[in-house]
C-alpha cells in the first residue's frame, strides 16, 4: 500500500462561500498513481468543511439558507472569548470537516451528480484542506 498528500490553500473573496474543488481532487488522484483505493479531503480550519453533493445554484442557496436556520449569525457563549465567529464553527459541525471518496480503476468513484466542495463559513483569510490517497 502506498499513499500521496498533497495540500491546497484558501484564501476565499467572501466571508461564506462554497469553491468547486473536484477538478483539482481529481487531478490530485492522478498524480498519485494510485488505482484502487481511498482519497480523503479533510478541512484543516475549524470554522470550515467539505461536501459532497450536486454543482446546482439552486441547492446551493438551500445549502446556505438551512445553515443560516440551524447556525444563525449572531451572539454564541463563544464571542465572550473575542471572537465573532460562533456560527461559523457549529455550520462546520453540521456539514464535517471531511469526507473519503473510493477510487476505482485510478478515478474518484463519486455517483451521477456527486461534486466535491470546500465550504468556508469564516474566510477571507488564508486555510488549507487535506488531500490524502491511500492505496495501490
Not at 487531478?27 to 479531503?41: A, D
Not at 440551524?70 to 459541525?93: F, S
Request: proline share 3%.
Amino acid at each position: 500500500m502506498k499513499s500521496y498528500t498533497e495540500y491546497l490553500w484558501f484564501n476565499t473573496q467572501k466571508k461564506k462561500e462554497l469553491v468547486h474543488i473536484t477538478p483539482k481532487i481529481e487531478g490530485i488522484v492522478e498524480k498519485s498513481g494510485i488505482k484502487e483505493g481511498f482519497c480523503l479531503v479533510s478541512a484543516m480550519h475549524i470554522t470550515a468543511g467539505i461536501i459532497v453533493n450536486d454543482n446546482e445554484s439552486g441547492l446551493h442557496k438551500d445549502i446556505w439558507n438551512w445553515l443560516e436556520k440551524l447556525a444563525p449569525e449572531g451572539d454564541y457563549y463563544h464571542h465572550m472569548t473575542g471572537e465573532t465567529n460562533g456560527d461559523a464553527h457549529l455550520k462546520r459541525i453540521l456539514v464535517h470537516h471531511q469526507v473519503i471518496i473510493p477510487i476505482t480503476n485510478g478515478k474518484l468513484d463519486l455517483g451521477p451528480w456527486e461534486e466535491i466542495f470546500y465550504a468556508e463559513f469564516d474566510g477571507q483569510r488564508r486555510k488549507r484542506v487535506v488531500v490524502k490517497v491511500i492505496g495501490e
